[in-house]
Each structure stands twice: as C-alpha cells, then as structure tokens.
C-alpha cells in the first residue's frame, strides 16, 4: 500500500432490509443507517540527531536519522501514512427525546434526524479514542495486506457524551493557530497517550489517589516556596547554615531548568524548577554582602563591587566547619565525575557536545548529587545542632519527595528526575536522626542573641514601669507580651539557634546594654 487514505463504511439496517439502494423494495432510507470514517492517519515521525560522539554512529534507523545535508532547524520528518488495527463500532444505547434543531454541542455532529417523520437515527459511534499514537505504524509498499481488528459492542449514553467532548475538545484544539504555530500535532498527540496510558494501566482506585495527591503536591510546593522565602527573609544570622550549599544549589538548579527545558517534560515541572532558580539566585544576596564604591572607579567610569560573606557566617566556626565538609566531598565527587563522563561519552548518543555536557552535569547532579547535600549534615553534627534549619520548608519539601514517588510514575517525566526523589528521601531522613539525637534546649537564644527568660525580664521591667505610670492597661501589657513570647515558644525553629560561641558573644553584648 502506498501514501494515501483508507475509509471503513460502516450501515445498519434492520432485520430483512437492505443497505443498497437498488435492492428495490428491501432498501429504505428510514431503516438504514450510515457512518464513515478514516483509518488512516497522516502523522510525522521525529527526526532523530543523536548519534555517538566519539565513533559517530547511532542505533536509530537510517530513515530515521538527519545527515549533513539536513537542515538544522528541521524536526521531523514529511508526514506519511499511519494505521492502527483496532477499531470498535458503538451502537448508543438512548432513548432521550432529541428535537431537531434544539441538540447540543457537541453530540449535535453525531446525531442525524429522518426529514419526513423528525425521527433521529440509532448513533453509531466509531471509536478509536483508546488507539495509542504510538502504535500508528508507517504504511509503505513493504506492507501490502493490513490486518484490523472490529469490535462491536453497546455504549451507554454517559461515556458516549464523554467520547463526543474529547473528540470535540481535540478538534477544536488543532485548529487554533497556538497549536499549530507553538505546539506541533506529534507533542499534542503525546500528553493525550500519556494520559489515556494512566487510565488503562493504573488501578482505578490509586488513579483517584494520585489525582488528589497530585494537588495536595502542588499546595505543598508553593507553601514550601513560600517559607523557604520566609526564612531566609528574616534571616539575621547566618551560623549553622552552609553557605557553599546555596552558590551550589544555584548551579544545580540552572543544570535542572536546563535539562528539563530541552526534554519533553510536564508544564506543571517546567514551572516548579523554573521558579525554585529564581529563589535560590534570591538567596545569594542573603548570604553576601554586597557593596558599591564609588570612591575607585574601574577605568574611571565603573564603580567597584566589594563582594564578601556576611560577618555572621565569617565569624562562627560555620565557615570552617563549610571548607572542611567540601574538601572533604571533593575527593569523592572529582572521581565520580571523570568516571561518569567517560562513561556517557563512550555509550551514550547525543545531539552534539552542549547536549552531552547538559546530560551529563544532570545526570551526574541527580545520581551523585545527594553527596554535595551532606555539608549541612556535617555542620549539624559538628554543632550538635539542627535549630538553625527551615523546618517548615524541609518538612514541606519531603512531603512533595514522598508525594513524588506516589506518581512519579504515571506522569511522564525524566527517569533521572525519578532518581532525584529518593535521594532527597534519604536526606531527609537522615535530617529527622539528627532532629532525634540533638534534642531542642529551650533556653536557646534565637538569631538576634536574645533568649526567653531574657525576654521575660524585659517584658516584667516593662511592665512594672507602665503601671507605675499608668500608660498602658494591664490588658494589651498582657497580649503584647504573649505575643512577643509566642516568637519563641510556637516551636517555630527559622527563628531559633543553639547556644553557640558566637551566639554567646552577641548575648553578651545585649545583656552590656
């Protein structure tokens, strides 16, 4: 069979009737039903670039693979015949009393009236809605005979409407101009197949599961966003917190918005990681002290950037317990990375060397990067402490990692961003065991070097000294003051530290005051 169209013809007829017309008094139009519909399917198949970079050679078919001559912006392939052998014929079962002219859309383009009588035939539905886009195979002049597979089978009137709207809904879609211009058929026809593969492989019951989670996932994300901004918002101090992490998580986020940018990944991901570099880049200037003089101009016209760490991590043993842990990862990291790109380069295929240095920096971040995680562990277990951590956002942040490997699996994504959550799983545990062995004092003094029974007697001296004068009732004394203790008692720890040296020097300090 050559590039062209096939049609099925599909009439119904009742028992000692005739679909053809010239069967005399056998054929009636009233009792005769008749649909048709296209087998064929002109789709167009990716073409492929990746090819080793060492030998040269790729697995791919010939066909399949762009050459020299290929223009580079060219990305498939002129379309071409496609069959799929399945097709099921379904007959409605309805008995609603449609009136000619008063049908809605989009069950109107199926339902057809008998002009004389306003009677409306039996609808026969041709469904291949459960066809996969995958398993359209090319039609050439090597497949002479095709094979097809007819189903015949009832429908009930609810998921014939529901057929009807995704077909509708599919070909309204195509014809709007974003779609053609943004967005080609082929990507379109991928989101369909991944979600009619959740329907048929996922049991029902974890099906509406994940549908839940998937949006309790998405409130988690943005509250983890929000107090991940929150903390380091209000962050004064720096100690404890692993300052080399941040340039770190900045790179690695710029690595995974990459990655994820020139892969066909999910909108709702692309958005996720798009918005995590933002945050991380934000938190640069928290942990830097950024200054402008115009004193010395750089050639007379530019003024000079003085770029420092903040006194807070230079002056707590934060920042060498920080070269210690990296110097430490370094040794490990180094090998891995050699050993990882040798590996890629030999027995991998990529689409030129920014694809393989992409692939590789993602890949080697996701499988060995819960290793550059562990300068924070070392920090903790070195000041025996986990007070100066975001809480809220780590919690938050393992919630959406246990939701991930929910359904990192129904929704078509990376494998290596599958790998990513369990990393981040073990992590996190790791983070709860410190929790448990480092337990909270508390009389702990927060970031500003002030402690509760400090607050307390502040707040009694206030006291006294506003009822002595009068100035303010005993009443708003009251709630000012549980408001200020709630600060440190809620169990809120982005606003608690343990009771370090340094911590101690600024206590020392307010108390001098």
Sequence with gaps: ????????????????????????????LRYTVYKSKMLTRYKRRRLSRTTNLITGHTDSHPDLTANSSTPSGV????????????????LVDDQSPWVKGSVPMPLDQFIEFYSPTNEYYPVVYLNDYWNLNEDYKPVNETTPVLPIRITFSPLSLFKWQLYAAQTAKKTWFNQMIVTSVLQPENENDEEQDAIKKALIETNPWLLVITVVVSIVHSVFE????????????????????SVRSVFFNVFQSFIVVLYVLDNDTNFVIKLSVVLGLLIEVWKIKKVLSIKVSYDSLIFNAFPRI????????????????????????????????????????????????????????????????FIMMTPQLFINYKMKSVAHLPWRMLTYKALNTFIDDLFAFVIRMPTLYRLGCLRD??????????????????????????????????????????????ELPSDDAATHT????????????NHQEENTPSVRKRQSGFIKK
Aim: glycine fraction near 6%; proline fraction near 5%; aromatic fraction near 18%.
């Design 1 to 28: 069979m050559f590039n062209g169209s096939l049609y099925i013809h599909v009439y119904l007829v009742k028992p000692g009737f005739s679909p053809d017309p010239n069967a005399g008094n056998k054929y009636s």
């Design 222 to 241: 943005l509250l983890a966003f929000k107090n991940d901004i929150q903390f380091w918002k209000t962050r004064e101090s720096l100690e404890g917190l």
């Design 425 to 470: 799983d073990v992590i996190f545990f790791i983070y709860l065991y410190q929790r448990w062995i480092y337990p909270m004092d508390p009389n702990r003094v927060n970031e500003f070097g002030v402690s509760k029974e400090m607050l307390d007697a502040q707040t009694k001296k206030k006291l006294e000294k506003v009822d002595a004068n009068g």
């Design 75 to 90: 990305q498939y392939l002129p379309p071409v015949t496609h069959w799929h052998p399945n097709l099921t014929i379904n």
């Design 306 to 369: 003085h770029v420092e760490y903040q006194s807070s991590y230079v002056e707590s043993d934060t920042k060498k317990y920080d070269q210690m842990a990296f110097r430490y990862l370094s040794w490990m990291l180094f090998p891995l990375l050699t050993a990882y790109c040798g590996y890629s380069l030999i027995y991998e295929e990529h689409r030129g060397w920014y694809s393989w240095i992409l692939s590789v920096s993602y890949g080697f971040l996701l499988t060995f990067g």
């Design 482 to 493: 549980s408001k200020s203790l709630s600060t440190l008692s809620n169990g809120d720890d």
